[in-house]
T-cell receptor
């Protein structure tokens, strides 16, 4: 079973739409959670860390549900520049070795 | 220089060549990582170094040899590679244990490797 699972999409949404991505993780000992975005042929870049209480950064809202072991990312008022692949990432440190587990990514295309 | 830098950005090598990839982080972190990303595939963790000590080796073939001389520099030595090793090789760094700013991992721009 994969450590992190995401719906690969693709999600094609019009500008201004709200879109949500979900991600599930298999190990209940996971301690740290993140969303990264990766543009085509570029490196992943940190979008936001995900905290137990949920957190918001502008148009982006991340939620963590430890009981159900899933993480979500909500993007409001989508922009063309939001088109990218969104990666869900978890880490179990200090419960186990220092490894970041990446999902396969969810592809988003925002259409004019 | 800021963040994580990698050189070269592009590399074409034959199967009999020996080359090295270099990574340098300017963030004061103490953990560094090598990842491989093939076309249309997720990131694959190759090696992890905490405080210059290798802590993870995810069944990587011996034709890939990492070296971490200090907490700011990481190398990946390549020899007798195969065409299927063509990929984007990404270096990353983070802080262990988590710093006040968190535990996030920061990536370099990658080296796009083509093995002919």
């Amino acid at each position: 079973r994969k450590e992190v699972e995401q719906d690969p999409g693709p999600f094609n949404v019009p500008e201004g739409a709200t879109v949500a991505f979900n991600c599930t993780y298999s190990n209940s000992a996971s301690q740290s959670f993140f969303w990264y975005r990766q543009d085509c042929r570029k490196e992943p870049k940190l979008l936001m860390s995900v905290y137990s209480s949920g957190n918001e950064d502008g148009r982006f809202t991340a939620q963590l549900n430890r009981a159900s072991q899933y993480i979500s990312l909500l993007i409001r008022d989508s922009k063309l520049s939001d088109s990218a692949t969104y990666l869900c990432v978890v880490n179990l440190y200090p419960n186990t070795g220092n490894q970041f587990y990446f999902g396969t990514g969810t592809s988003l295309t925002v259409i004019p | 220089e800021t963040g994580v830098t990698q050189t070269p950005r592009h590399l074409v090598m034959g199967m009999t060549n020996k080359k090295s990839l270099k990574c340098e982080q300017h963030l004061g972190h103490n953990a560094m990582y090598w990842y491989k990303q093939s076309a249309k595939k997720p990131l694959e963790l190759m090696f992890v170094y905490n405080f210059k000590e290798q802590t993870e080796n995810n069944s990587v073939p011996s034709r890939f040899s990492p070296e971490c001389p200090n907490s700011s520099h990481l190398f990946l030595h390549l020899h007798t590679l195969q065409p299927e090793d063509s990929a984007l090789y990404l270096c990353a760094s983070s802080q262990v244990p988590p710093a006040e700013t968190g535990y996030e991992q920061y990536f370099g721009p990658g080296t796009r490797l083509t093995v002919t």
